[in-house]
């Protein structure tokens, strides 16, 4: 018998399907849950495409002018959503939930009960109680966001060009609870104070936030 270490050829449009597939499945179970979706810009590529004739963002991004009253959890219209395009998965945050982002060293540091994910880049996701700010010693870091009110983050499963989002705590494994946001804060300005998060390259503000002006 003679083996072989090539993948199978799959045609282009069932792997299109496929992951139409995968994501409205992912986005109809965050709805059933109580979490609002909006539909990004599919990846193409190494760049997102949202539709919009003329539209310059090559990055994940929303795929609606008006993503955030857009979003929903009606099944109708996610299943309509997912229907032709393999959109990103976006989350609406700053109403059911906010999302702490930091980077890995500070990331890895923390324990905590609520859903966590990471990007293929590294940085970690909290998912927490809303409307809470940053803390100041956090607020003061370039490289540690906030997203509440008119932000949003991909979800898992979606696929950005440094890699998959994926899940280190699920929402099911959390019971879809949130913890308190000042407490996982607590936790990222202790990881904060010390010598390895000091040191650690810092990320521009500017750029990690750059994909929400869309």
Known sequence: MQWTSRQPFVP????DRL??????????????HGW???PGAYLAGDRFHCGRPGCPITGCHPALDSWAESATGDPVRIAGWWRRRAHTVLLPT???????EVPAV?????STSGPVAVTG?????????PGR???PELERRLDVLRHGRGSWIPAPPNRLPDGPVRWTVPPEQAGW????SERVQAQLAEAAGTGLARTHPLVPRQLSTSRRAA
């Open 106 to 110: 500070l990331g890895r540091e923390v």
């Open 94 to 100: 700053g109403v059911g939930f906010d999302v702490l």
């Open 177 to 180: 609870r949130l913890p308190d």
């Open 121 to 129: 880049a590294g940085r970690w996701m909290f998912f927490v109680s």
């Open 36 to 38: 609002d979706v909006t």
């Open 133 to 135: 700010p940053l803390r």
């Open 19 to 32: 992951d139409r597939v995968r994501l409205r499945r992912a986005a109809l179970r965050y709805a059933a």
């Open 12 to 15: 282009p449009a069932l792997l």
